[in-house]
């Protein structure tokens, strides 16, 4: 039954994959998968979970959402990465009890090749797959922590745009938090990639300190973090990111 389930879930997603312009119905899925309604139905909400499958523009169709990346072609170091930082996310997503994502550095963005998500009843959207511009974000601060001083001026001096209401764009004040980040080894965000989301995010690197993955750990403002667990929360990501550096070595 396992295995039936997980070809039919591969069989949605094929349909999705091969839609043009890129949206189809539900019926349209039962039908080229020759599934019931029902099944097909529970089959993407799984998938939406998962960041697999996602709402089309019209009303009751989908798409391929953007963790649909874990199914393309992927550089082999990043396909290790994640392979073996997953399951150290999905413990510390048991601690912190909030979203977790791993960001890798991509150029004056960082992108997301993974996630997991808390089984708490507001969380944050999927976003594996995305970039975002390196001001915007606690991983991106990090990103920004760990640029040579040339080359921090460079993009500082660049035209910064607002992504939430507390994303800074003034340059001195962006150096100022890249100067507390490399001191504490912790980039915190309030509201910078979206407005009520708040964010937290350590280093991943290599024996020879190489800036390899960022941790990022998003949550509502309203709870995340906690006045008394921002300490617990570092703590969590720091212990995390040690474990992947570890199992990376």
């Not at 649909?68 to 912190?96: I, K, Q, S, Y």
């Not at 977790?100 to 960082?110: I, K, M, Q």
Request: proline fraction near 5%; hydrophobic fraction near 45%.
């Amino acid at each position: 039954m396992a295995i039936q389930s997980v070809e039919r879930a591969f069989a949605v997603v094929g349909v999705l994959a091969g839609a043009d312009p890129g949206e189809v119905p539900l019926a349209g899925i039962a039908e080229a998968t020759d599934l019931p309604k029902s099944t097909v139905s529970r089959i993407l909400s799984t998938l939406g979970d998962l960041g697999v499958a996602a709402a089309g523009e019209s009303d009751g169709s989908y798409r391929l959402g953007p963790g649909a990346r874990v199914f393309a072609g992927r550089d082999p170091v990043e396909a290790e990465l994640v392979r073996t930082a997953h399951p150290v996310l999905v413990r510390a997503v048991g601690r912190l009890d909030e979203d977790l994502g791993l960001a890798v550095a991509d150029g004056d963005h960082v992108r997301y090749v993974d996630q997991v998500r808390s089984q708490r009843a507001v969380r944050i959207r999927v976003y594996v797959g995305e970039r975002t511009p390196l001001h915007t974000t606690a991983a991106g601060l990090v990103a920004l922590a760990d640029l040579a001083d040339d080359d921090l001026d460079a993009h500082l001096a660049a035209p910064l745009a607002p992504w939430g209401r507390g994303t800074s764009i003034d340059p001195d004040d962006l150096r100022a938090t890249v100067e507390s980040v490399r001191a504490d080894g912790v980039a915190w965000t309030s509201e910078a990639w979206a407005d009520g989301v708040n964010g937290a995010a350590v280093p991943v690197r290599d024996s020879d300190g190489t800036l390899v993955a960022v941790l990022n750990a998003f949550g509502p403002s309203y709870r995340f973090p906690a006045e008394q667990g921002q300490t617990e929360a570092a703590r969590c990501l720091l212990n995390a990111a040690e474990e992947i550096a570890e199992l990376l070595r």
